[in-house]
């Protein structure tokens, strides 16, 4: 199974497809990862507070995978978004995954109502990583179009990726289009929307119709939208599956019905970006 890349803004490209790290237990992320390795996944999504990044650095060194053949993204903690914070913090991301350099770098929550709004000067700090070569590229995840627009605006450095809550039940068409105009990858957290779509009668006929699970559906219906998504699972037999969906397509008919799941904000998840504030201990 090939996985398509997607071109980024900045001339590099990265695998549609990944495998997130979210909620895997620090203990147990080395092995997940090993297993996800081994399966075929190429492109992992982890972050500072995930508190697994030792565990995925442990399973691509015991992978022997060529550097090159391998995409790892990680995501700045809300707690660290002052510069030196966030220099301090990037270090010990590299560290902890024992690399030199990371693909992509993100910051991971707007915080518009904490750092007396400001998120520029974290977003300016992070193109120092690119510029001094530790990271291919840099990006932001729960950006509303308003927090793109300013940091695009005010620094005149495009994200290459918004990481943002898409499912069929939260489609976030706003946000969505927000980035396609500044040329952003939308990359979609919670494909699957938490293994909800599992539970709904219409992606269940779909998937009856196609011969696929409920999850390959879902996971489909994003390939074709274009966004990046990386489903997390702890079960091997999942993993499986959720690689899996290179070979079928859904008809305009399917892809049709699946957009009009889309629940608008009553189909929201997790927190609303606008309000977030969580900083962990
Ligand atoms: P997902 O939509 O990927 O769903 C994961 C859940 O679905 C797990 O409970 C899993 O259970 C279950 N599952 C996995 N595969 C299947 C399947 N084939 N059939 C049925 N159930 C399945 O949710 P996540 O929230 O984990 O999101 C994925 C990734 O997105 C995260 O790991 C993280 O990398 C990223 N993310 C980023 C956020 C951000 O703020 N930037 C926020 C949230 C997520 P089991 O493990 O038991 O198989």
């Given at each position: 199974m090939t996985v398509p890349r997607i071109e980024l803004i900045n001339g590099t490209s990265i695998p549609q497809l990944g495998f997130g790290v979210a909620q895997v237990s620090p203990e147990d992320t080395a092995d997940t990862v090993r297993k996800a390795l081994e399966v075929g996944y190429r492109h992992i999504d982890t972050a500072?507070?995930?508190?697994n990044e030792a565990g995925v650095g442990e399973a691509i060194r015991a992978a022997g995978?060529?550097?090159?053949?391998l995409y790892i993204t990680s995501k700045l903690n809300?707690?660290?978004?002052?510069p030196e914070d966030a220099r301090v913090g990037f270090g010990e991301t590299l560290e902890r995954l024992g690399?030199?350099?990371?693909?992509l770098f993100l910051i991971?929550?707007?915080?518009?109502?904490?750092?007396?709004?400001?998120?520029v000067s974290t977003w300016k700090t992070l193109g120092e990583f690119v510029e001094d070569g530790r990271a291919a590229s840099i990006g932001v995840s729960n950006f509303q179009p308003d927090h793109l627009d300013k940091i695009v605006a005010e620094t005149g450095v495009v994200p290459v990726v918004n990481q943002v809550e898409v499912h069929p039940f939260f489609a976030n068409e706003g946000v969505r289009s927000a980035n396609a105009k500044h040329g952003v990858v939308t990359e979609a957290w919670s494909p699957i929307a938490q293994g909800t779509v599992s539970d709904d009668d219409t992606i269940g006929e779909i998937a009856t119709l196609v011969g696929r699970s409920p999850a390959q559906v879902a996971l489909r219906w994003h390939i074709q939208r274009g966004d990046v998504i990386f489903p997390k699972s702890t079960k091997v037999e999942r993993m499986k599956q959720n690689f899996e969906i290179f070979d079928f397509e859904l008809s305009p008919n399917a892809m049709s019905t699946l957009d009009e799941l889309d629940r608008g904000e009553?189909?929201?998840l997790g927190p609303n970006p606008d309000v977030f504030d969580y900083i962990p201990s």
């Open positions: 500072q507070m995930y508190e995978i060529p550097r090159d053949e809300t707690g660290f978004h002052r690399l030199d350099r990371i693909d991971h929550w707007p915080m518009p109502t904490q750092y007396d709004g400001d998120f009553a189909g929201r």
